[in-house]
T-cell receptor
Framework: GESVGLHLPTLSVQEGDNSIINCAYS??????FIWYKQESGKGPQFIID?????DKRQGQRVTVLLNKTVKHLSLQIAATQPGDSAVYFC????????????FGAGTRLAVHP | KAGVTQTPRYLIKTRGQQVTLSCSPI?????VSWYQQTPGQGLQFLFE???????NKGNFPGRFSGRQFSNSRSEMNVSTLELGDSALYLC??????????????FGQGTRLTVV
């Protein structure tokens, strides 16, 4: 498949460990945030989202934390599996910006058996 | 429920030509956004269409244009292609709202190579 980004920061974890991927967002007016997973040769896949009136949201094996004070977002993946290996992007948007998403640079997650 | 469909998946064009890419959103979704993805610039917003109207535009030259049809399908066009236009072009489908952002789901993308 095609590589998404050649010089992305990489997080390497052992299978079964928990992973934490961090993201700093740029606009203090942003009020909606999404995490996407992108595998080689595929489009981004929606993982989880959170609005600015929340600090934490949980999904299946994933948790997103939002710290508006320092404009920081994190994605926690529990019991990481080889199938979680991909590039992860955070994206931000704001009311009035409709569906315009501003994406971060991405983090490559490499899961080792 | 079918996902977002983009056609074609791969395209090779020559500098100076023009190209049209197509996106069929998820049934019931009225918003379609387009993004360009390159290794150097990452994912960049091109424009968004909602109910056949462009309501948001990114910082791309006028060679990049789009439209949306009454069935919510969208096309984007790039005229006078340049080598730097080589990229993965992604379409995102959302239910759409006049109030704000809704979840966006992406297609597989069209890989455009300009030679």
């Amino acid at each position: 498949g095609e590589s998404v980004g050649l010089h992305l920061p990489t997080l390497s974890v052992q299978e079964g460990d928990n992973s934490i991927i961090n993201c700093a967002y740029s606009n203090s007016a942003s009020d909606y945030f999404i995490w996407y997973k992108q595998e080689s040769g595929k489009g981004p896949q929606f993982i989880i989202d959170i609005r600015s009136n929340m600090d934490k949201r949980q999904g299946q094996r994933v948790t997103v934390l939002l710290n508006k004070t320092v404009k920081h977002l994190s994605l926690q993946i529990a019991a990481t599996q080889p199938g979680d290996s991909a590039v992860y992007f955070c994206a931000e948007s704001r009311s009035g910006g409709y569906n315009k998403l501003i994406f971060g640079a991405g983090t490559r997650l490499a899961v080792h058996p | 429920k079918a996902g977002v469909t983009q056609t074609p998946r791969y395209l090779i064009k020559t500098r100076g030509q023009q190209v049209t890419l197509s996106c069929s959103p998820i049934s019931g979704h009225r918003s379609v956004s387009w993004y360009q993805q390159t290794p150097g610039q990452g994912l960049q917003f091109l424009f968004e269409y909602f109910s056949e109207t462009q309501r948001n535009k990114g910082n791309f030259p006028g060679r990049f244009s789009g439209r949306q049809f009454s069935n919510s399908r969208s096309e984007m066009n790039v005229s006078t292609l340049e080598l730097g236009d080589s990229a993965l072009y992604l379409c995102a489908s959302s239910f759409g709202s006049t109030a704000g952002v809704t979840e966006a789901f992406f297609g597989q993308g069209t890989r455009l190579t300009v030679v």
